[in-house]
């Protein structure tokens, strides 16, 4: 169970984490920080992430982890890439996706 924070830690870790890179238009995504490799990172809900995008954008559920998939987990932006969590997993070499049934 992952307890919820007070608004004031959560202003604290964002200062503390100042300069880790944001991925734009999923701000109501963050989730964390983190490190890797002894850089700071940031941490996002995959699955609110593809959320956005069918709301915001659009999409469908398939056309969203396509694009997550290419445009997102893909890019590679430096030792600060932000990390990604969610419980789906990559099938094959293709890019496509399907629910971790593990």
């Known amino acids: 169970m992952i ?21 734009d238009g999923f701000e109501e995504a963050l989730i964390g920080f983190g490190t890797r490799f002894n850089n700071p990172v940031t941490i996002y809900d995959l699955n609110k992430c593809i959320d956005i995008l ?3 954008d659009g999409m469908s559920q398939e056309e969203a982890m396509e694009y997550m998939d290419f445009n ?23 890019g496509w996706w399907r629910e971790n049934d593990s």
Do not use: K
Not at 3 to 23: P, V
């Open 3 to 23: 307890d919820t924070i007070s608004t004031e830690r959560w202003e604290d870790l964002m200062e503390q984490y100042d300069g880790c890179l944001m991925a």
């Open 72 to 94: 997102v987990l893909g890019a590679y932006v430096g030792e600060e890439t932000p990390v990604f969590l969610g419980d789906y997993v990559l099938e094959g070499h293709n």
């Open 54 to 56: 069918i709301e915001r």
